[in-house]
């Protein structure tokens, strides 16, 4: 359920609510008075942040990728090695980092996203919060010497998410790849797509 302490912000508090009730109990699941109960505040408070459903959500996806950034890009993150090994490692430990510690922000995702096939206001905000992961991607890939960055990038998050889906809701979701499976899946698909 949601973290509690003196940290985060009230709307921090109501988001991180809302992704973890979509992760337990699926869109149905995610109310405003649910997300009221479940982080303790007084009822409406949650309508005080987000009046609608589509509010809830749009918060849901904003506080979900800055979630996702911090998963992603960490401060701790190692200094990469450059070059191709160095695009290989930091996409194999960012991987293998949401998998192992953040499945919960995975199937809230996937919540998410599959209400933005039906909801084009969502979609519309749903993907202007991917667009700040695939661009820096795509100047990683143009970097490593891609002829062909944006579909390259294409197949590297296809990949990504094929991998995550399979290890968090797939059928292989008990058997989630070490780090070395990763980075040498990784190395594989990016020596295809450069011919190295």
């Known amino acids: 359920m949601p973290v509690r302490n003196s940290g985060p ?11 973890a009730l979509l992760a337990e109990r699926g869109m149905r699941g995610l109310t405003h008075r649910a997300v009221d109960e479940a982080a303790g505040l007084p009822q409406g408070s949650t309508s005080n942040l987000a009046r609608t459903r589509q509010a809830l959500l749009e918060i849901a996806v904003r506080r979900l990728a800055e979630r996702e950034a911090q998963v992603l890009t960490p401060d ?11 695009l290989v490692d930091g996409l194999a430990l960012a991987l293998h980092r949401y998998l192992t510690g953040h499945r919960e922000l995975l ?16 979609r519309e905000f749903y993907d202007a919060a991917g667009k700040r992961f695939r661009d820096p991607l795509t100047a990683l890939v143009s970097t490593a010497g891609s002829p062909d ?3 390259h990038a294409l197949s590297l998050v296809a990949y990504c998410d094929g991998m995550m ?4 809701a797939g059928s292989f979701h008990a058997a989630v790849p070490t780090l070395e499976e990763l980075r040498k899946g990784f190395q594989e698909l990016m020596s295809g797509m450069l011919g190295h």
């Open 76 to 86: 701790e993150m190692p200094a990469p090695r450059g070059g191709l090994d160095g």
């Open 9 to 19: 912000s009230r709307a921090a508090l109501i988001a991180d609510t809302a992704l």
């Open 165 to 168: 889906f399979s290890c968090v």
């Open 149 to 151: 960055p944006a579909r």
């Open 107 to 122: 199937v809230a995702r996937y919540e998410l996203a599959l209400e933005a096939t039906r909801r084009p206001e969502l």
